[in-house]
């Protein structure tokens, strides 16, 4: 099994800065691609970026230049640096990863517990 754990939400003022971690952990096979997804109050969750194994990053248009993921391979942590945040950037973020157990050896897709990000003065 794969379990995804997350750190680094928070409250934090406008303008201000906040990173997320997110290891996986468990009997780990491979991880792929990884992810991280918000949710607002009354909203759908939505990607906010991602990053394949080989390194290649995707974001939304709304966190583009303000937003930076990156992953460290050697321990199957994704990160997400957040700068320049707004209230509207307040939701709660989900970390995402395809993985595959040594049991199995078969990918599956994994979603952390979810951790609260608030902006707020």
């Known amino acids: 099994q794969v379990q995804l754990v997350e750190s680094g939400g928070g409250l934090v003022q406008p303008g201000g800065s906040l990173r997320l971690s997110c290891a996986a952990a468990?009997?780990?096979?491979?991880?792929?691609?990884m992810g991280w997804y918000r949710q607002g109050p009354g909203k759908q969750r939505e990607l906010v970026a991602s990053i394949s194994s080989g390194g290649t990053t995707n974001y939304a248009d709304a966190v583009k230049g303000r937003f930076t993921i990156s992953r460290d391979n050697a321990k199957n942590t994704v990160y997400l640096q957040m700068n320049s945040l707004n209230p509207e950037d307040a939701a709660v973020y989900y970390c995402?990863?395809?993985?595959?157990?040594?049991?199995?050896?078969?990918?599956?897709?994994?979603w952390g517990q979810g951790t609260q990000v608030t902006v707020s003065s």
């Open positions: 995402q990863a395809n993985a595959a157990s040594r049991s199995s050896g078969i990918e599956y897709g994994y």
């Open positions: 468990g009997s780990i096979f491979r991880v792929n691609a």
